[in-house]
């Protein structure tokens, strides 16, 4: 999926659009099958009420109340988020109802790393730690494909 381009300036290019890693999305799957299972546990075993349909509608109030906090927020979040790496600066955006977003321009990058653990390198993720000239190290986590991002903004680093 290719960034937006009326959120980039005049002449500006992306080299590397990413979301973060679908491992952040196990969890939210693990809850909705879960609360399926349940669900469908209870309405079964209540069925034979004469108060199901009650219980049916409680049942799907709670489903769905669970189900909207536990896997829709984080699908879209994770959605909504994104690391891009462009031949002038290195963007992040992230957030659903606020936005929150960081930039910082190439020119003031003064070095580039990467960390993987043994998990991360089996699933092909990792940290980025980009150090600026005027600020900490800032770390990214949950990059995909961080080895390639790492060599790619090298790469534009020295440009």
Known sequence: MVYPDDLLVDDEQVVVHRHPHWKMLVVPVV???????VASFL???VSAQTW????????????LALVGRFTAYPVVRWRT??????DRRVLVREGVLTRHGMDIPLKRIS???FRQGLLERMLGTGTLVVESESDD?????????????????YDELGR
């Open 31 to 37: 809850v909705l099958l879960l609360v399926v299972g």
């Open 43 to 45: 309405a079964a075993l």
């Open 52 to 63: 199901a349909p009650w219980a049916w509608l409680g049942l799907a109030v709670a489903g």
């Open 81 to 86: 988020t994104h690391f891009v790496v462009t």
């Open 111 to 113: 070095g580039v790393q």
């Open 137 to 153: 190290s800032l770390e990214f986590d949950d990059v995909p494909g961080v080895r390639h991002v790492h060599a790619v903004l």
